[in-house]
């Protein structure tokens, strides 16, 4: 088998799409002897801040001297990123070795696992064979039904802040949505929870208190931002004083205070050994693609990978903070299923036109469709940019010194916007 075959077999059954239910993933996981068993797990829920929280705690962990897993998606650029071993993609001859491991398991198989499920049993068996002192675990869809919950109870359970998304699947309501991210948490567990609405943390409580798990809820009143420009931002968090992050964007403060209560909660219930200079050190290091991320200066351009109206609100809250008083273009492409008219709506007050872009996916809204509503919804400017890369070279046709692109609206067109400014990093 080469690297082409091995994603064919993992791209096999993308046309399913998402198929929630452990199942076919404990039928699988059973057949490779559960090689999941054999790992500790932080385990990763939420709507927004989840790829990030994940990042942080990887790159402290590995500082701190463990050799930690780290499990994505999606990805921006290749599968590879979905699996990092102390933040080292999986290698392409390590991935067609898994994919061969795993493809006549599979084959035998009556009800075809999905794509999602062929990737996450790869990872798991990946993380077991690199024997992984840990393994930080971001959860696809949901937590109750997704593949990932496939593990035993993990050492600690982290509930990032949750948002209506995929009200269809995971219910159209906080807290039904919350009750599935809740699934995760299970007897043994320890729980971390971003501090969020008394209707999210209500279940969350319930649920601890029926497992029998230990609840910490992140403290908004004990963090304090100090300083913030588009080179990082400085803060405290209870008794840590002036932390420093170079992510940016108000959002990434508050999911580094849920990364730092984890390690705490690692130390002090779980006896791991973090240093002090790891947490600091790992925080400072952390990056993000994607995430209110810089991808040149002269003119600014940034990219966010928000995609919901929850993860757009913080989009622009970062757009008050770092650029008041500024008027953007904004690059915009959405999925179909999206609530893109309050999107369009909170980032109106900040742009000076817009240019609609269709991402690639079989799920996206066409740029003339999203032109004509944005035009409908504010008055402003609009054009339809086509695919990604044209609408980005549209967008920064003449632009000056002192104009602002912003790309936003579908991590599946991060990639592509940081590729046109050549950065596949």
């Not at 067609?96 to 794509?115: C, F, H, I, N, Y």
Request: proline letters at 4%.
């Amino acid at each position: 088998m080469n690297l082409s075959q091995a994603l064919e077999f993992i791209h096999a059954t993308s046309w399913q799409g998402s198929r929630l239910g452990l199942e076919r993933i404990e039928e699988l996981m059973e057949l490779l002897g559960n090689p999941q068993k054999r790992l500790k797990f932080i385990h990763v829920a939420g709507t927004n801040g989840k790829g990030s929280v994940c990042a942080m705690l990887s790159e402290i962990l590995t500082r701190a001297g463990y050799t930690t897993g780290l499990y994505t998606s999606p990805h921006l650029f290749r599968i590879n990123e979905r699996m990092k071993v102390n933040g080292t993609d999986i290698s392409d001859e390590e991935l067609t070795d898994l994919a061969r491991q795993v493809k006549p398991l599979v084959d035998g198989m009556s009800d075809q696992p999905t794509e999602f499920e062929r990737i996450t049993a790869m990872a798991l068996l990946y993380f077991q064979q690199k024997n992984c002192d840990v393994v930080v675990l971001e959860v696809g869809l949901g937590g109750r039904l997704d593949s990932t919950n496939v593990i035993d109870a993990p050492d600690v359970a982290v509930i990032t802040h949750i948002a209506l998304e995929h009200t269809d699947v995971l219910g159209d309501t906080l807290a039904k949505i919350a009750g599935e991210k809740a699934g995760i948490i299970k007897p043994g567990a320890e729980v971390v929870l971003s501090g969020q609405t008394e209707e999210v943390e209500a279940v969350v409580r319930r649920v601890c208190g029926q497992q029998g798990c230990t609840l910490r809820t992140t403290d908004s009143a004990a963090q304090t931002l100090l300083a913030h420009d588009l080179d990082g931002q400085t803060f405290d968090y209870r008794d840590r004083k002036d932390l420093r992050l170079r992510l940016i964007g108000n959002y990434q403060y508050q999911n580094a205070a849920v990364a730092l209560d984890t390690v705490d909660v690692l130390r002090e219930r779980r006896g791991y050994s973090i240093p002090e200079s790891a947490v600091r050190e790992g925080l400072l290091a952390v990056t993000w693609p994607g995430r209110f991320e810089i991808l040149q200066k002269n003119p600014l351009v940034l990219v966010d990978g928000a995609h919901n109206p929850d993860g757009v609100r913080e989009l622009a809250g970062g757009l008050e903070a770092y650029l008041p008083g500024r008027k953007l273009t904004m690059l915009m492409g959405v999925m179909a299923d999206k609530d893109y008219d309050d999107m369009i709506l909170t980032v109106a007050p900040f742009a000076k036109e817009f240019i609609a872009v269709t991402p690639e996916s079989e799920r996206a809204l066409s740029s003339e469709a999203l032109c004509a509503r944005i035009a409908e919804l504010t008055g402003l400017p609009a054009r339809s940019g086509g695919d990604v890369k044209s609408g980005m070279a549209m967008a920064m046709d003449g632009k000056g010194p002192e104009d602002i692109v912003c790309a936003f609206g579908s991590l599946y067109q991060v990639g592509e916007v940081r590729a046109f400014f050549g950065r596949t990093d």
